[in-house]
């Protein structure tokens, strides 16, 4: 579908199939000021601040204002209600506030998530702009009520006729936000898009807030390498054998995408044990989840230490049979052969 305004090669797009005044007269709307040529605004990834934990509000923000009269009243008209007419009601808004919703919530998250893979990156934006979660925004703020829409639509249903399925219903709250999203940047050119951005923000952090915290506890822990590599690190030894299996998953699902969840195991052979689990992790890949199996590992403190102090333990004795055999330890202490050959010399 066309943009607003003139296309790339500056050609004026062709009017609707009714002319302006032609719908002004039928219709007794606002068409008109619906149709000026309107710069299209690109938000910048920059503008966009990361979120945090410590800027993520408890309380929804404010519902912004759509400045001009006209794209409200068609944010919040559905085609049924406008004889399908896509200027004077939201089928254009709902498509160009969908996109903006796309740009915005990709913003955030590349901004927040800097080392995330674009898939897991995906996942997380769907969570932010299915239409479950814009159709609960909408009905927060009550654009279903201002909303002009056929009574089929309705939770009620149309009296003594059709009812809409659920799935149409959220659906349609799905597209009034979105419609709405587009009112609001499109009525105020200077400053609509980042009216939007901070809205979304506030609105999106809490959503984000178990990923939000993961990242800054892993930022702050300042690991170098994952946790399987430091795991293996700290109580690996030859005849230690730690592996990762997969454990009983049916019905796990992730509370964000909905998506079914990979449970992992991580095991221990070795140190007096057998088969130990030492913890386990539930992910959307099975590499993430034996990762936090790992992690998990790790934070049992009082059950690394047990296995660290073991391996301290045959380091110990390891060294003190180097020392019995007359040999330097550590090895790289010992002179190389070249030195001692020049010793000799």
């Not at 609707?16 to 005044?21: D, L, V």
């Not at 829409?149 to 009034?176: H, W, Y």
């Not at 004795?317 to 180097?322: F, T």
Request: glycine share 8%; with cysteine; charged share 25%.
């Amino acid at each position: 579908m066309p943009k607003h305004g003139v296309n790339p090669e500056g050609v004026s797009e062709p009017l609707p199939k009714r002319t302006k005044s032609e719908f002004a007269s039928s219709s007794g709307s606002q068409g008109p000021a619906l149709e000026p040529a309107t710069s299209i605004q690109i938000p910048s990834l920059h503008a966009n601040t990361k979120w945090t934990l410590a800027t993520i509000e408890r309380t929804r923000p404010p519902l912004p204002e759509i400045l001009d009269p006209a794209l409200k009243k068609a944010a919040l008209t559905h085609p049924g209600k406008a004889n399908n007419d896509p200027v004077a009601s939201y089928e254009r808004l709902e498509w160009i506030g969908d996109a903006y919703l796309e740009l915005i919530a990709s913003s955030f998250i590349y901004q927040t998530f800097p080392t995330l893979p674009a898939g897991k990156s995906a996942q997380r934006r769907e969570m932010l702009i299915r239409n479950t979660t814009l159709g609960e925004f909408s009905v927060y703020y009550g654009l279903d009520n201002m909303a002009d829409i056929p009574e089929e639509f309705n939770m009620e249903g149309r009296v003594g006729g059709t009812n809409a399925s659920q799935k149409v219903r959220v659906k349609i709250l799905g597209d009034l936000f979105e419609a709405y999203v587009g009112g609001v940047i499109l009525s105020d050119p200077a400053n609509g898009i980042q009216r939007v951005s901070d809205w979304l923000k506030a609105l999106w952090g809490p959503l984000m807030a178990e990923y939000i915290r993961e990242e800054e506890k892993k930022s702050k822990s300042g690991q170098a390498h994952d946790p399987k590599t430091i795991l293996e690190a700290a109580i690996g030894a030859r005849g230690v054998k730690i592996e990762y299996k997969d454990l009983p998953s049916k019905n796990l699902k992730d509370r964000g995408t909905k998506l079914p969840l990979f449970a992992i195991g991580c095991f221990m052979t070795g140190w007096g044990e057998t088969n130990l689990q030492l913890g386990f992790g539930s992910a959307l890949s099975k590499k993430e989840a034996g990762q936090k199996a790992a992690q998990m590992a790790l934070e049992n403190k009082k059950l690394l230490k047990k296995f660290t102090d073991k391996k301290a333990e045959m380091k110990a004795a390891r060294e003190a049979q180097l020392q019995l055999a007359g040999v330097t330890y550590p090895l790289k202490n010992k002179p190389s052969a070249q030195e001692s050959t020049g010793d000799a010399l």
